[in-house]
């Protein structure tokens, strides 16, 4: 019986595992504070594609800065325009990010589901899919071209 308690029990981060999530959590607020605030159409601070830059094709993560900065500005439908994937990073995003925030104040985070191997390849197909979609100049793909 007490074997059972022992294994139901939450495991507890130490001081540095902790220390560390606080680091997460104030970079994805920094990051997510620049992007905010800066104008990735308009500020030459953020990194430009090199995919696109050298080829001329667009990766999965193409728009993805812009996205973001219409999605914290409240325009949903340009945030999907610039990437359609922009609803599952962001959720993504925010699991992580609440994940990371309990397990600075708790000691114990929540289930990360996306670490799980069958979510990655299920991830990585899709970007793979979206990815080659994007980049088919024929009408109804052209509009997933950011």
Request: glycine share 8%.
């Amino acid at each position: 019986m007490q074997r059972e308690a022992e294994i139901t029990r939450p495991i507890y981060s130490s001081f540095s595992e902790r220390l560390l999530a606080a680091g997460g959590v104030l970079s994805l607020v920094g990051g997510s504070a620049m992007v905010a605030y800066f104008d990735p159409n308009k500020a030459n601070l953020f990194p430009v594609c090199p995919l696109f830059t050298l080829t001329g094709f667009a990766c999965p993560g193409c728009g993805l800065t812009r996205g973001f900065h219409a999605l914290f500005h409240g325009d949903i439908v340009t945030a999907i325009d610039f990437n359609a994937m922009v609803p599952i990073w962001a959720v993504i995003i925010a699991w992580v990010f609440v994940s990371l925030l309990l397990l600075t104040v708790r000691g114990a985070g929540l289930k990360m589901w996306p670490t799980n191997p069958r979510f990655l390849w299920v991830m990585m197909i899709g970007m793979v899919i979206f990815g080659v979609l994007r980049n088919i100049p024929v009408y109804p793909l052209t509009i997933l071209f950011p």
